[in-house]
């Protein structure tokens, strides 16, 4: 390396600079596989990857090249394991002196054991309308008019009607005949 006019930072020469190429070219997925084992998002072990290879470029003058892929594996793991303890200490820790807020926010568990119900209700009925009444049906659910519908599948209003009703109906007959349906 050399000392930049000035006296900033230094920066490889070219040997340095292939050298460190051949490596990253021939053990990069190493070197990520190790740092996504100590990371805790894909995000981070690049992060760590890429500020390894930033101190790897450093001190590239002073590694043995026998060596070096272990010490950058080690340094890998060190960024990861750094990384992963900045965003521990970011996350909001909760004082034991606070009221736990959370378990008033849940839902009881009579609602949620009624949701769930009714998905599984929602589902069979889904799985026995033919492919269009369910496509239909869907669309309608999701605010659209019949005439959105229609324009939107290239289907006749009388078609469109005939598609969502039945499968409205056999939804609706569902909930009824389960007394699960409430009227809005």
């Known amino acids: 390396m050399r000392a930049m006019p000035g006296g900033g930072p230094k920066r490889p020469d070219a040997l340095a600079r292939a050298r460190a190429a051949a490596l990253v070219h021939q053990h990069h997925r190493t070197l990520l596989r190790v740092a996504q084992h100590w990371s805790a998002?894909?995000?981070?072990?690049?992060?760590?990857v890429q500020r390894a290879l930033e101190i790897y470029m450093r001190r590239i003058d002073s590694l043995e090249p026998a060596t070096e892929l272990a010490w950058l594996r080690v340094v890998v793991k060190n960024e990861a394991l750094a990384i992963r303890a900045r965003s521990a200490d970011q996350l909001a820790v909760e004082s034991p002196d606070e009221p736990d807020d959370t378990l008033a926010e849940q839902r009881p568990i009579d609602d949620l054991l009624a949701g769930r119900e009714r998905?599984?209700?929602?589902?069979e009925t889904l799985a026995r309308l033919k492919p269009d009444e369910a496509k239909a049906l869907v669309m309608k659910a999701e605010g659209m008019s019949y005439a959105e519908i229609g324009q939107a599948?290239?289907?006749?209003?009388?078609?469109?009607?005939?598609?969502?009703?039945?499968?409205?109906?056999?939804?609706?007959?569902?909930?009824?005949?389960?007394?699960?349906?409430?009227?809005?």
């Open 41 to 48: 998002t894909p995000d981070d072990a690049q992060d760590a």
């Open 153 to 184: 599948l290239g289907w006749t209003y009388t078609n469109l009607w005939c598609s969502v009703r039945p499968g409205s109906a056999s939804h609706t007959g569902t909930f009824s005949s389960h007394g699960a349906i409430a009227s809005s």
């Open 119 to 123: 998905v599984r209700r929602s589902k």
